[in-house]
């Protein structure tokens, strides 16, 4: 069966850090782009960042830009997105997903809180 | 950046009616790399229309996209019990990766 799993989500202190992790079953995450995407609470879909296939790419949307980083561990079939520096506008329900011909598969998401 | 602009904000519907989401971009979107999706409350979006007038794998025909370049639009032909949601378009050619903010399609 084809899905995606997100684990780590947590409560963390603003300038604390977090590594959410994708756990990928059914296809290889090797194989294709994989993205993360958030959502706060009552608001719409915000896209984070992707990896392409080679892992030679990584994009970032700006609001993240230098303190969320990407990667891959294809021997564990897994995504990763480290968070560091969290602000108060970082909590939300983090997705990932694959991208093939838009984004097709999503996990369930995990709950990024960023509270004192 | 492309910024996608949906409208309207609410669509007041009835089972049975027809529905159409409108998706506005601010620049071409290349190779028309625009998808929707549908979401659900407490539940993770849901691909419906990759290359702006594809269906995804098991969705319905009910579901259409159609439009290029700047201006995209998602059909409902005739609206289920089921098809009351969130619906989101995205473009995927180039870096941001962007989403609309969503038009919520409702129960009259």
């Known amino acids: 069966q084809v899905q995606l799993v997100e684990s780590g989500g947590d409560l963390v202190k603003p300038g604390g850090s977090l590594r959410l992790s994708c756990a990928a079953s059914g296809f290889a995450v090797s194989d294709y782009y994989m993205s993360w995407i958030r959502q706060a609470p009552g608001k719409g879909l915000e896209w984070v960042s992707y990896?392409?296939?080679?892992?030679?790419?990584?994009y970032y949307a700006d609001s993240v830009k230098g303190r969320f980083t990407v990667s891959r561990d294809n021997s564990k079939n897994s995504l990763y997105l480290q968070i560091n520096s969290l602000r108060a506008e970082d909590t939300a329900v983090y997705y990932c997903a694959r991208s093939r011909l838009g984004l097709d598969i999503w996990g369930q998401g995990t709950m990024v809180t960023v509270s004192s | 950046e492309i910024v996608l602009t949906q409208s309207p904000g609410t669509l007041s519907l009835s089972p049975g009616e027809r529905a159409t989401l409108s998706c506005r971009a601010s620049?071409?979107?290349?190779?028309?790399?625009l998808a929707w999706y549908q979401q659900k409350p407490g539940q993770a979006p849901r691909l419906l229309i990759y290359?702006?007038?594809s269906r995804a794998t098991g969705i319905p025909d009910r579901f259409s996209g159609s439009g290029s370049g700047t201006d995209f639009t998602l059909t409902l032909s005739r609206l289920e019990p089921e098809d009351f949601a969130v619906y989101y378009c995205h473009q995927y050619e180039r870096p941001p990766w962007t989403f609309g903010q969503g038009t919520k399609v409702e129960i009259k």
């Open positions: 990896i392409t296939r080679s892992d030679t790419e990584m």
């Open positions: 620049q071409s979107v290349p190779r028309n790399y």
């Open positions: 290359g702006a007038s």
